[in-house]
C-alpha cells in the first residue's frame, strides 16, 4: 500500500492511530480522535497513569476530559497501554506527544524525542505516518527527526513514510473544547504527509481550518504563539512594576487604557510561567546571541516572585519565623499543573527566608486544607486567580493576618477591614 | 462664576475654546469642537498655518479634516490666530496639545509645554479650566505642570481653576472619526475638573465612554496604550529576523499563527517607528534605571533600517555610486509625516554608504515623481506600504532594476520576473 492509500484509509476513519504519551497533549487528542471514529492506542511508559486511564479516571484536571474519556473506552476504540511495541505496530499513525522540556544552560531536552523515536522505529516505519505535536526548536525535524528516522530505518521522509510537525496550541483546562475548535497547522515533509493529517484532523471537526506550511514553519507557528502571549504577559507586568513606582494600580490603568480602545488588548499582570510559555521563548533563544525581547520577557516574568517577596519584607520586615499562608501553587487558574509555576518558586523564595509557609490549592490533593492554612497566619499570599478565590476576601480578613498579598488584583481593596492590603502593580 | 457654573456653561456648549497648538492633534480637536457647538480659536505660532487653516486648507493629510475645517470656519464657530494672549482672554477651556519630544540623552523636552503655560498664564487663569492633550512623563501634571500654574498665579490647582489631563488616543489618519468614537481618558486634579472635561467631550458624542483617573493615571494610560503596540511592533520585527535567520518568511508564518487563533494578534513586521510610538516608551523609561521590555523593542525598531541596508549590502556588495530608488518618506502608510520616521533613517544610513538615493512619496510634495525615481535604479526599497504601492509590482520590475526590497511584504514574490526580490522577515 502506498502512502497514498493510507489518505484515503484516514479520510474513512479505518486507520488505527496510536498516540505515543498520555499526558496533558497527548491523552485529550487519543480520546478526541476516538470519538471521531477512529481506533486508538494510547501508549503511556507510567503503568500507574495507564491503569488509570483504563479505568475511565482523568489523572489531571482537565474539563471534560473524564467524560470524553469514558465514552471513548465505552465505545471499545481507546485502549491504553504500556506496551509501546504492540501499540506502534497496529497503528497506521503515530502521534508523538512527548515533552519538550528545556534542560540547564538552555539546552534542549530531546530525551524524550529520542525515546519515543525509539519507539517509533521499533515495529518499522514503512508505510506509515508519523505526527509530531510536541513543541519543537525550529529546524528539529529537518535536522534532528528526518536525519534520526532515515538513518535507523534506511527508509525515505515522504516516500516511505509520512512526517509531519502539528504543533498543539489548546489553552490548558479547554483541551477538549480546543481540539474541536482550533485550526490545525500541518508542517509535513510533502504534499501526501499533509493530505493525510489534514484528513486526520478533520475527522474531528470538517469546519476546522487546516494550514498548511513547512515543518519548520510549523515549528515557528507555535513558538511565535507563545511568546507573544508570554511578552505580553512580562508586559503587563514591567507597567506593574512602572505603576507601583509612580504611586498608581496598573489592574486600573489597564482596564481604561483597554475600555473600548481598538488597539487595546493589555493583559492583567500576574504571575507568568508554566510548563509552556515559561520555556518556549527560550527554545527559540536557543539559537540567538543577542538579547531579544523574549530573554528580556523570561528576566521579568521569572523576576515576579521575587519582587513580590521584597515587597512584602519591606512592609513587614524580616520573614524568619512567619506564619505564611499561600493559597494556590498551579501555574494558571483552574489547573492542577505545578511545573515551571511561578508559585511554586514564590513558596521556595518566602522559605529561603526561613518562613513556615502553608499552601492551599482546591486543584491539588497533596496541598493543606483552606481553614487549616487560615488558621492564624501573619501573611496571606493570594498567587494563582483561581475560581472562587475572589469570594474570599472576608474569611481571609477574618484569620486574623496582619497582612494580605493579591498578586491578581482580585480583591477590593476596601474587602478587608483588619488587615493591611497589597496587590501587584498597586504603589497606593 | 465658580469653577461648578463652568460645568453647567460647557454641558450646554456656551464655553468658549481656546486650543493651543494647530498641528496633528489641535486642530482636529478644535475642528471637532467647533462642529459640536462650541466657540472655538485655534492659536498657533505659525503664522503661514494659521493663514492656511483661516482658507479652509488643511496644514497635513487627514482624512476628513479638510471637510470638517470648512464646516466649522463657515458655521462662524471657529477662528485660526497667531494672536494667544487674544484667545486665551476669551477663553472658558484652554487645550493645551502642543508636542512633548524627546530631547538628546533621553531628556523630555517640555520647553513647548512651558511655552504654552506661560501663554495660558498671560491673562489670567482664575476660572478657568485647562485641559492637557498632550503625552506627558508620568508625574508632570503633579510635579510640574501644578507647581508652575499655582506658583505663577498665586491661584490653586481645583479651587481657582480646573486642571484635567485628557491624552490624546486617535490613530493619525483617522483622527476625526475617531474623536467622534474613542472613549475618553478624563485625568482630573478633582471633581469638579472632571466634570468639565467630561461634559466637554461629551458634547462630541453623548455617547462617549468617559473613564475617570488622577492626572497620573491618565499620563500612564496613555503610555501604556502606546508602549504595547510599539513593543508588539517591535516582537514581530524579531520574529521577522528569527525567521529568516531559519530560511522562512515570516509574514507567511504570522498569518497561519493569527488565522482564526482566539489567542493570536501578532502584528505584520516592518519599520516602526513615527513621532508617537517611537519616542513614548522613552518617555517612560527616563526614570527607569533597569533594561525595560521597552527599551529592547526601543533598540530592536531603531535598528531594522540598518538592518536592512546591511541585507541589501550583502546581496549586491558595496552600495557606494549605486542608484537606489526609494518608495516611502512617511513615517507610516497614508500619511505625510516624517517625524522619527524610519524611512527617513533608511534614507540617511543608504546615503552614508554613498548610494545615490531618489526618494518618492505620493503624500510630500518635496519628493521627487515616481517616473523619475524608476528611471533606471539600480535597488528599489519600498519603505512603506502606501495605499497603492502594491499595485507598483509591474512598474519597478520593468524599471530594470536588478534588486527590488519589499519591507511590508506587499508583493508576490512570483510578480519579479527580472529583478531579484528580498522581503524584510523572509529567508529564503
Chains 1, 2 share one sequence.
Request: net charge negative.
Amino acid at each position: 500500500m502506498p502512502l497514498s492509500d493510507l489518505v484515503e484509509r484516514v479520510r474513512s476513519g479505518r486507520a488505527t492511530i496510536c498516540v505515543l504519551g498520555l499526558g496533558r497533549i497527548g491523552l485529550p487528542l487519543g480520546v478526541v480522535l476516538a470519538n471521531s471514529g477512529f481506533s486508538v492506542v494510547g501508549v503511556d511508559i507510567d503503568r500507574g497513569r495507564v491503569a488509570k486511564v483504563s479505568e475511565g479516571r482523568a489523572p489531571f484536571k482537565e474539563e471534560g476530559l473524564e467524560a470524553a474519556l469514558r465514552k471513548a473506552l465505552g465505545s471499545g476504540r481507546f485502549e491504553a497501554t504500556a506496551d509501546s511495541r504492540g501499540g506502534v505496530a497496529r497503528a497506521d499513525v503515530v502521534m508523538v506527544t512527548v515533552g519538550t522540556p528545556l534542560a540547564p544552560q538552555l539546552l534542549a531536552d530531546y530525551s524524550q524525542l529520542h525515546a519515543a523515536l525509539e519507539e517509533v522505529l521499533s515495529e518499522g516505519i514503512s508505510m506509515k505516518a508519523i505526527g509530531l505535536r510536541s513543541t519543537l526548536f525550529p529546524g528539529t525535524v529537518d535536522n534532528i527527526v528526518i536525519p534520526y528516522l532515515e538513518g535507523r530505518s534506511g527508509l525515505k521522509a515522504g516516500e516511505d513514510f509520512a512526517l509531519a510537525m502539528i504543533p498543539e496550541r489548546i489553552l490548558e483546562g479547554k483541551a477538549i473544547e480546543e481540539l474541536y475548535s482550533l485550526p490545525e497547522i500541518v508542517g509535513g515533509v510533502n504534499d501526501v504527509s499533509n493530505a493525510i493529517f489534514a484528513e486526520l484532523f478533520r475527522r474531528i471537526n470538517p469546519r476546522k481550518a487546516i494550514l498548511h506550511t513547512s515543518p519548520r514553519g510549523a515549528e515557528l507557528a507555535k513558538l511565535f504563539t507563545n511568546i507573544y502571549r508570554y511578552v505580553n504577559f512580562a508586559l503587563a507586568n514591567e507597567f506593574a512594576i512602572w505603576a507601583e513606582m509612580y504611586g498608581e494600580d496598573a489592574h486600573e490603568i489597564i482596564e481604561i487604557a483597554n475600555y473600548e480602545y481598538p488597539r487595546g488588548r493589555i493583559p492583567r499582570p500576574g504571575l507568568a510561567g508554566g510548563p509552556c510559555l515559561g520555556k518556549d521563548g527560550l527554545l527559540l533563544d536557543n539559537n540567538t546571541t543577542f538579547s531579544s525581547i523574549v530573554s528580556i520577557a523570561w528576566k521579568l516574568n521569572e523576576a515576579v516572585p521575587q519582587y513580590i517577596v521584597e515587597s512584602i519584607r519591606r512592609r513587614v520586615g524580616r520573614l524568619y519565623g512567619r506564619r505564611v499562608a499561600v493559597l494556590g501553587l498551579a501555574f494558571k487558574a483552574g489547573s492542577d499543573d505545578t511545573r515551571l509555576s511561578p508559585s511554586v518558586k514564590l513558596v521556595e523564595i518566602l522559605k529561603g527566608h526561613g518562613a513556615e509557609v502553608l499552601v492551599h490549592d482546591p486543584y491539588l490533593a497533596d496541598t493543606m486544607a483552606l481553614d487549616e492554612v487560615l488558621r492564624d497566619p501573619e501573611i496571606v499570599v493570594v498567587s494563582v486567580n483561581h475560581p472562587g478565590f475572589d469570594r474570599l476576601a472576608e474569611r481571609i480578613d477574618e484569620s486574623g493576618c496582619g497582612l494580605v498579598y493579591d498578586v491578581w488584583g482580585i480583591f477590593d481593596p476596601a474587602d478587608f477591614k483588619r488587615a493591611s492590603y497589597m496587590r501587584f502593580g498597586r504603589g497606593k
